[in-house]
């Protein structure tokens, strides 16, 4: 069973601890993942952020210092 072996891996961050990671609000973090933009497991009314989820969304998050994200091939000239 491949996916249990894949499941045993996973990292599960809480709110706070996602919330501390990125220096911003539990609110903040509440609303990133009701957008849809963070990835969440729900645990009756607790959520756990896959500590993946969040690296993947810091990485994607960067600004290269050209006004694009993470896309350095998107710079435009002029």
């Known amino acids: 069973m491949m996916q249990e072996s894949n499941l045993q891996d996973v990292n599960f961050l809480t709110v706070q ?36 989820a969040v690296e993947s969304y810091l990485r994607s998050a960067v600004v290269d210092g050209t006004g694009t994200h993470g896309n350095p091939g998107s710079a435009h000239t002029g």
């Open 17 to 52: 601890e996602v919330a501390e990671l990125m220096r911003v609000s539990k609110m903040t973090v509440y609303r990133m993942v009701h957008a849809g933009e963070l990835p969440a497991v729900r645990f009756g009314r607790s959520y756990r952020v896959p500590a993946s």
